[in-house]
């Protein structure tokens, strides 16, 4: 067999691959774009998901054992400076009226607690 016929032959063998590639994957312009970018992508993708669980985790911090522990030590009639000693100054004080009375809403965001308090003696814990 000659040089040339030996090329002609891996020629007709090659292009019968290519058709048999094409034939069994039926490649799209925007597949074959994908198939290519995909690694490069995918590692984007990966980043920005651990960097959005990296924040997520950092904006809410979770509650320690002793917050829990002073968080049950929370009730009813308690004044303001054994809360404050409790579990420290809300994170916002709303005053307001209710049935012709003062009071006043501490809010502890971290803690997921609002305090109601009248005459500076709490009269409602509520679980948020």
């Known amino acids: 067999m000659s040089f040339r016929k030996f090329?002609?032959?891996?020629?007709?063998?090659?292009?019968?691959?290519?058709g048999y590639w094409v034939?069994?994957?039926?490649?799209?312009?925007?597949?074959i774009v994908d198939d290519l970018t995909r690694p490069l992508f995918h590692s984007k993708a990966v980043v920005k998901e651990s960097e959005?669980?990296?924040?997520?985790?950092?904006?809410?911090?979770?509650?320690?054992?002793s917050e829990e522990v002073a968080i049950g030590q929370l009730h009813e009639n308690m004044s303001t400076s054994e809360v404050r000693d409790l579990i420290g100054y809300p994170d916002?004080?709303?005053p307001f009226k209710e049935n012709g009375k003062d009071r006043v809403?501490?809010?502890?965001?971290?803690?997921?607690?609002?305090?109601i308090l009248e005459e500076?003696?709490?009269?409602?814990?509520?679980?948020q």
């Open 92 to 94: 916002e004080m709303q």
């Open 105 to 115: 809403r501490w809010i502890y965001r971290r803690l997921k607690r609002t305090l």
């Open 7 to 18: 090329r002609r032959l891996v020629l007709w063998v090659l292009i019968g691959a290519a």
């Open 23 to 31: 034939y069994r994957t039926r490649p799209t312009l925007p597949g």
């Open 52 to 65: 959005y669980n990296r924040m997520q985790s950092e904006a809410i911090p979770a509650i320690t054992h």
């Open 120 to 127: 500076n003696r709490v009269i409602s814990v509520i679980v």
